[in-house]
């Protein structure tokens, strides 16, 4: 059963950049999607992107300006980087492991970001 | 992008009850739908992939069906730990959007 953990600051300020990290174990990181989405506080699902191991990314066009996604295949490790932050990207943010052509199967257990001054 | 839109938003129900939750998508996503089940304070768990295979390890109560773009997910006998939000989610195109979310409340 693969695990994933969410790391990274719980409080971000305005206009600042937001750095996450997902770390995998119990699994391989090969063959797989690796994808970050976020839940705003009583609001549904946003996905955000996902990056291949082989570093090919895809973005939720609605960000894409700002959101670096990258993979570290020897740390078994992958990153999320948000850009330009304000209030409406305060949320729980996911990781979580995507099949290929399919859905997203194992989930970490999530970490809120709080954008504040 | 593709748009999904659930319904009920929410359903009161008991324990025994079927229920039935629909997904609708804007285009077509041939079976590329997905269901999610989360409970408070949790993350989403994966329950049904491809419209209608069922995730390792989920009750058979869950299932799925649908192709194009009306999708249905039922759940036979409600249990009580089946209390929670249902989601939808497409992954035949970017962004892999998500259903706005069906609460079932005991009623």
């Known amino acids: 059963q693969v695990l994933l953990q969410e790391s990274g600051p719980g409080l971000v300020k305005p206009s600042e950049t937001l750095s996450l990290t997902c770390t995998v174990s119990?699994?391989?990181?090969?063959?797989?999607?690796w994808s970050w989405m976020r839940q705003p506080a009583g609001k549904g699902l946003e996905w955000i992107g996902r990056?291949?191991?082989?570093?090919?990314?895809n973005y939720n066009s609605s960000l894409k300006s700002r959101v670096t996604m990258s993979i570290d295949t020897s740390n078994n490790q992958f990153s999320l980087k948000l850009t330009s932050l304000t209030a409406a990207d305060t949320a729980v943010y996911y990781c979580?492991?995507?099949?290929?052509?399919?859905?997203?199967?194992?989930w970490g257990q999530g970490t809120l970001v709080t954008v504040s001054s | 992008d593709i748009q999904m839109t659930q319904s009920p938003s929410s359903l009161s129900t008991s324990v025994g009850d079927r229920v039935t939750i629909t997904c609708r998508a804007s285009?077509?996503?041939?079976?590329?739908l997905n269901w999610y089940q989360q409970k408070p304070g949790k993350a989403p768990k994966l329950l049904i992939y491809?419209?209608?295979s069922l995730q390792s390890g989920v009750p058979s109560r869950f299932s799925g069906s649908g192709s194009g773009t009306d999708f249905t997910l039922t759940i036979s006998s409600l249990q009580p730990e089946d209390f929670a939000t249902y989601y939808c989610?497409?992954?035949?195109?970017?962004?892999?959007?998500f259903g706005q979310g069906t609460k079932l409340e005991m009623k």
């Open positions: 979580a492991r995507g099949r290929p052509s399919c859905c997203y199967d194992s």
């Open positions: 119990s699994g391989s990181i090969l063959n797989y999607y």
């Open positions: 990056v291949f191991t082989s570093g090919t990314t």
């Open positions: 285009q077509s996503i041939s079976s590329y």
């Open positions: 491809a419209a209608s």
């Open positions: 989610q497409q992954s035949h195109s970017f962004p892999h959007s």
